[in-house]
């Protein structure tokens, strides 16, 4: 149960360099997630969110389709994701 807190402890270094690099994209990052958070609150207030929740999905089995019988990450990402549909 305490692996993930060791890997935080043992990367925090690296985790610092990288953060410092991203600092100055900072205000954008925050702008669009900002701009995406009320995008969702919208949705779910009209009750429209269901409707990006359905072209997810199919996103979600077109890349399934596609990466399985592919190589590498993708592959693995889509076993990944076949497994959680199955359990």
Not at 70 to 77: A, C, R, T
């Amino acid at each position: 149960l305490g692996l993930p807190f060791l890997l935080a402890a043992i990367f925090f270094d690296r985790f610092l360099k990288c953060a410092e690099k991203l600092r100055p994209l900072l205000p954008r990052i925050q702008k669009a997630c900002g701009i995406l958070l009320v995008f969702i609150g919208l949705l779910i207030l009209t009750g429209r969110f269901q409707i990006l929740n359905v072209l997810i999905m199919k996103w979600q089995y077109r890349f399934i389709d596609w990466a399985l019988p592919g190589w590498g990450p993708f592959q693995v990402l889509a076993q990944w994701l076949l497994f959680l549909q199955n359990h």
